[in-house]
């Protein structure tokens, strides 16, 4: 019965590279959303996905910033030519469907050198 | 523009006593509630929710109150354990749409 998959749980990147972030989320789970928390923050909301489909991603930056949960495999957060302000904890989340609680995985830890 | 407030950063509370735990929105359409404790280094687990049809929802030691007129929910903990020592996030969406909405959490500490 595992729970929602992140990997990896800490990633260190120079400014100016790319990070990709992965998230599998709890078998049965469709729907896939992706947060982001700053140092003394709550988690701001970036985007939320369906299988092959991006349903909003109102809160992710237009720039940068990609995401996708293709049919095979785990959802993917791409960050681009990374900055030192995109240092934070990234986190995933699964839901079964809407209005259903949202499961989180544990994160992954992005430090920006 | 924060839509939802959790205006106190920390809470102490004695063992066996009851934590009290406030959270408060501004936009009226919210109409689903979660509350979520995290321990440091993992995410958020869920805890309890309300929809707005409701005013009260009780599991276990947990009781989560709704005041849809002052847009203000509350999660209260009795009696508190040392393990119950986390940050506790509300959220909230309007449905449909399904994006959630975080406060900023509330460090509380449970002293044995």
């Known amino acids: 019965n595992a729970g929602v998959m992140q990997n990896p749980r800490h990633l260190v990147r120079r400014r100016g590279q790319e990070a990709r972030l992965r998230c599998s989320p709890m078998k049965g789970h469709s729907h896939v959303y992706w947060y982001r928390q700053l140092p003394e923050e709550g988690l701001k909301f970036m985007v939320y996905l369906q299988k092959e489909n991006i349903i909003d991603e109102s809160g992710m930056p237009k720039e940068r910033f990609s995401a996708e949960f293709p049919k095979e495999g785990p959802s993917i957060l791409r960050i681009q030519q990374v900055v030192r302000g995109d240092s934070a904890a990234y986190f995933c989340a699964s839901s079964p469907g809407l209005e259903e609680p949202q499961h989180f995985g544990d994160g992954t830890r992005l430090s920006i050198l | 523009d924060q839509q939802v407030k959790q205006n106190s950063p920390s809470l102490s509370v004695q063992e066996g006593r009851i934590s009290i735990l406030n959270c408060d929105y501004t936009n009226s359409m919210f109409d689903y509630f979660l509350w979520y404790k995290k321990y440091p280094a993992e995410g958020p687990t869920f805890l309890i929710s309300?929809?707005?049809?409701?005013d009260k929802n009780e599991d276990g030691r947990f009781t989560v109150f709704l005041n849809k007129s002052a847009k203000h929910l509350s999660l209260h903990i009795v009696p508190s354990q040392p393990g119950d020592s986390a940050v506790y996030f509300c959220?909230?969406?309007?449905?449909?749409?399904?994006?959630?909405?975080f406060g900023t959490g509330t460090s509380l500490t449970v002293i044995p």
């Open positions: 309300i929809s707005s049809i409701k």
């Open positions: 959220a909230a969406s309007a449905t449909p749409g399904n994006q959630f909405y």
